[in-house]
T-cell receptor
């Protein structure tokens, strides 16, 4: 079993829909990251969370430390949101190193 | 300010050939990382460095060597390439207080 599990693996939505991507982890963490990988391959960091909730534009990330679970929400989805979304955790025992989930492929159709 | 730059972007090797991937960052980051990304798997750490002159093994180090002679550069070497090393390789860097890792654009490597 992977230490970081994401669901769903693939998600197709219609433009305007509200989207949720989930991440569960099995170890104690210092922080959790959400990253976006564009179709061209580039990876950018969206959020870093250690508690609560963060919002940036139409993206919202939440984390529940007790339940070892995080969600990434996209409101009013748009085709340009189509990408792979990756959850990664920094474990308490691993310093600066990250452990990554497999990613969720999101496709938003017009 | 280019961020993290990887060269080359694409490469095709024959089994047994050697090559070096270069990662350069201009953000004065202490920490640098090499990952590989394969279909159906998350990014996996190959080697990392917490400062100039230091390197350490990650999750999948076999078949790779690294060097960090200058703070801004982190080199990944394949001494004798194998088809199992066909992958997309990403370099990243970060500050020690770790507010996030900055990624290069990736190198797509095929070993025939």
């Amino acid at each position: 079993k992977n230490e970081v599990e994401q669901s769903p693996q693939n998600l197709t939505a219609q433009e305007g829909e509200f989207i949720t991507i989930n991440c569960s982890y099995s170890v104690g963490i210092s922080a959790l990251h959400w990253l976006q990988q564009h179709p061209g391959g580039g990876i950018v960091s969206l959020f870093m969370l250690s508690s609560g909730k963060k919002k940036h534009g139409r993206l919202i990330a939440t984390i529940n430390i007790q339940e070892k679970h995080s969600s990434l929400h996209i409101t009013a989805s748009h085709p340009r949101d189509s990408a792979v979304y990756i959850c990664a955790v920094r474990m308490k025992t691993s310093g600066s190193r990250l452990t990554f989930g497999e990613g969720t492929q999101l496709t938003v159709n017009p | 300010n280019a961020g993290v730059t990887q060269t080359p972007k694409f490469r095709v090797l024959k089994t047994g050939q050697s090559m070096t991937l270069l990662c350069a960052q201009d953000m004065n980051h202490e920490y640098m990382y090499w990952y590989r990304q394969d279909p159906g798997m998350g990014l996996r750490l190959i080697h990392y460095s917490v400062g100039e002159g230091t390197t350490a093994k990650g999750e999948v180090p076999d078949g790779y060597n690294v060097s960090r002679l200058k703070k801004q550069n982190f080199l990944l070497g394949l001494e004798s390439a194998a088809p199992s090393q066909t992958s997309v390789y990403f370099c990243a860097s970060s500050y020690p207080n770790y507010q996030g890792q900055y990624f290069g654009a990736g190198t797509r490597l095929s070993v025939l």
